[in-house]
């Protein structure tokens, strides 16, 4: 064992065992714990487990996922033994039937779905379309395997600092795009925000820091108003003998970071960055009643604003998640957010479906297996592109839901902004695709109507109906989306059938024999990508088949007469193909691994320079390089993670970049003399464009320049801070 672990490793290991050990408690038997060793010193002396991709020892990893699992997560014994052995079975060192006989089935059924994922993991499965697929259907087959993952994900995450580069950017989106949604889904909020502030942290770290700094700097002051703010509240409760625990909890960096950007304010007039949290220590039947206590004992203190009064207790979240919250006026006219819950309760939001089950049982209020249910049907829609594929089955990790009924009185929970139509296929896919409109309390509605919640909802039908495809324009969720889809790509096959055939049938009517290579080189020649996009604009009557034919006899004649005219020997033969212009712009760019001479283009919105830190993306026009820091970053990340790949740049700036900058300064005509006298001064530096808008005794302008990387960028934004009356300098 010492000869397997390098330096301080065996040490770590060895306290993470023991942790483990006293985490699980009586979850595992003596016998299971002696067994699990017996089975891992038998692997390591057969030169199982050893390093992974990342350099990072498999048994340890292995270990710190298991202890994630069971303190964090709340998943105990058979999930930590499954997760040790899965390495073992991996290598061949022990079989799946040797685990099953002695651990028993449940123990051998997670390591199958580990040993699943970690295989098209390996084919890089969130890039491969099919792999993708694959790989989240896995994950719905059993749920634990899904809190496997994201607990892996989370510890790669926290000891990313030490990961390459080329590793860190495709685990950071994988954990923002893919990984944070999952874990909100499943209530796992202190995940969920831990791995939006890590993928954050490495993919916008300018952002993050300057986040992290202005919390820091205000913690005094929060500290002080959070203090201020219980006080008088924890005295009354006291008083009603109430068993409680009041804090203040600031929220997260991401969080903070979207309100930045949805807000567009700065980040001193962001006022809730904290939540006051209320945790009741009460019986199961006093819980709601002692909540509800807590209310009002808190509005009659702090003036409530009635429209953010969000009630989980009555009808908790599809994930689980149950809770009171509201947002009162505090002291100095601050509003401050108020979450009210019980210990239980409380429990459930940090842990998920995880604590769930040890309270009420895996098939509970949480609408689980529904929600798996759903996520396969979206999965086993395999014609979906990737894009596609990941929208719609992101579309069932929703958050913010609705509450609507059935005229009969049944409840259904959709996502916030649902419509008519999202509706009618929640119930029944027939019921949907014969939705004509709906009547909401007496009122006739369309079918795009947008549903609030209590909503008591009656679907009209007609047999005459069936799906659009500007249906796809308004429906949210997957559900919808994926049989709206099915049913036209039913309805579309039919078509080009049927107009399949007329077109036959019409040349056999005019006598014309039909070549099919003919007829194929007709449909390339009109700009068709597919035979199929072809008979479609026939059956939709875009294209006349008459026309078609002529096309055909024409083309037919010319081919013919060129035919007649060509010299048929192999010496004079010439193919004539279109010029195209040859740019010999010097490669400094590195993509993906080591590959050089890829197509590749700086992209517009950031316009990346020889030295930013890059990433590429790859679009239908080849790869695009932005800044790592680029506004739009953050979104390529989370929707399109698995079209990002590395980007360097490498060897020496070999051309010029534009440079846009924001200046700020006194309205005087010298100092922007000053500004282009500095530059013409400067060696392989061109003025492109200056473009100044004087206002109240001050300018405001942008200056665009010629430069070969941030070196230079840098020194020239010193030396224009230099000039006095220069109040900003900024890269725009």
Request: net charge positive; proline share 2%; hydrophobic share 35%.
């Amino acid at each position: 064992m010492d000869d397997f672990f390098s330096g301080e490793e065996l040490t770590e290991f060895l306290t993470a065992y023991r942790k483990l050990l006293r985490s699980l408690g009586d979850s595992v038997s003596t016998s299971d714990a002696k067994n699990v060793k017996e089975y891992i010193r038998r692997s390591i002396d057969s030169g199982g487990y050893g390093r992974d991709v990342y350099n990072s020892n498999i048994l340890y990893r292995k270990l710190q996922t298991a202890l994630i699992v069971s303190e964090e997560v709340g998943l105990k014994g058979t999930v930590s033994i499954a997760l040790l052995l899965s390495q073992p079975v991996m290598d061949g060192h022990c079989t799946i039937d040797q685990v099953r006989k002695t651990f028993g089935e449940d123990v051998a059924a997670i390591i199958q779905g580990l040993i699943k994922t970690q295989e098209l993991y390996a084919k890089n499965a969130a890039i491969e379309t099919e792999n993708f697929r694959k790989l989240l259907l896995s994950f719905a087959e059993d749920i634990r395997v899904i809190l496997i993952m994201i607990a892996d994900r989370l510890y790669l995450m926290r000891m990313a600092k030490s990961l390459k580069e080329e590793h860190l950017l495709k685990i950071s989106a994988e954990a923002s795009y893919l990984y944070a949604p999952l874990s909100h889904r499943l209530g796992l909020y202190k995940i969920k925000s831990e791995l939006e502030d890590l993928s954050l942290k490495y993919q916008d770290r300018e952002m993050y820091d300057f986040i992290a700094r202005k919390i820091n700097e205000t913690k005094r002051s929060r500290d002080t108003y959070i203090a201020e703010f219980i006080a008088p509240v924890a005295d009354r409760l006291k008083a009603l003998h109430l068993n409680f625990d009041i804090k203040g909890r600031t929220k997260s960096i991401h969080s903070i970071r979207n309100k930045l950007q949805k807000q567009k304010v700065e980040f001193e007039n962001i006022y809730d960055l904290f939540a006051i949290r209320v945790i009741l220590n009460t019986p199961l039947e006093k819980e709601k009643a002692e909540c509800w206590q807590v209310y009002s004992v808190i509005t009659d203190m702090y003036q409530p604003n009635p429209k953010r009064l969000k009630d989980w207790l009555s009808i908790p979240k599809s994930n689980g998640y149950e809770s009171l919250h509201t947002t009162v006026m505090g002291p100095h006219g601050k509003w401050v957010e108020v979450q009210i819950r019980s210990k239980r309760m409380d429990e459930i939001a940090e842990r998920g479906f995880a604590a769930h089950w040890k309270y009420k049982g895996i098939k509970g209020e949480s609408g689980l297996d529904e929600w798996m249910d759903n996520v396969r049907e979206v999965l086993e829609h395999k014609e979906s592109a990737p894009g596609d594929l990941i929208r719609d089955f992101k579309m069932d990790l929703y958050d913010d839901e609705i509450f609507v009924f059935t005229p009969k009185g049944d409840l259904f929970k959709l996502p916030q902004n649902a419509t008519v139509l999202d509706f009618a296929f929640a119930i029944h896919t027939k019921l949907g695709s014969k939705c004509v409109s709906a009547k909401i309390n007496g009122k006739n509605v369309s079918i795009k109507h947008k549903l609030q919640s209590g909503d008591q909802v009656d679907i009209v039908t007609s047999p005459n109906q069936s799906p659009k495809q500007d249906w796809l324009s308004f429906v949210i969720t997957a559900k919808a989306r994926v049989k709206i889809k099915q049913s036209l790509k039913e309805q579309s096959a039919k078509q080009v059938e049927f107009a399949k055939e007329t077109l036959h049938r019409r040349f056999k009517n005019r006598k014309i024999e039909e070549d099919e290579s003919k007829l194929m080189r007709l449909i390339k020649k009109k700009g068709y990508k597919t035979v199929t996009d072809f008979y479609a604009d026939i059956a939709m009557e875009k294209l006349d088949i008459n026309t078609v034919i002529d096309q055909y006899l024409e083309q037919e004649k010319k081919e013919q007469e060129l035919t007649e005219h060509t010299d048929r020997s192999v010496e004079n033969f010439v193919v004539q193909t279109p010029v195209e212009e040859i740019t010999d712009k010097e490669d400094v760019l590195v993509i993906d691994q080591n590959l050089t001479g890829i197509d590749y283009s700086l992209a517009k919105c950031c316009n990346p320079i020889y030295g930013d830190e890059i990433f590429g993306f790859v679009s239908s026009k080849g790869i695009k390089v932005h800044r790592l820091n680029c506004p739009n970053a953050a979104t390529l990340f989370n929707r399109y993670g698995y079209r990002i790949v590395r980007t360097r740049w490498s060897g020496k700036a070999g051309s010029s970049y534009p440079v846009t900058l924001k200046i700020v300064g006194n309205d005087d005509i010298g100092i922007v003399t000053n500004i282009t006298s500095i530059i013409s001064k400067e060696n392989g530096m061109m003025l492109r464009a200056i473009n100044i808008d004087p206002a109240d005794g001050l300018f405001s302008g942008t200056l665009t320049v010629m430069l070969k990387d941030t070196s230079v960028m840098d020194g020239l934004i010193k030396k224009i801070k230099a000039i006095k009356g220069i109040k900003q300098v900024s890269r725009f």
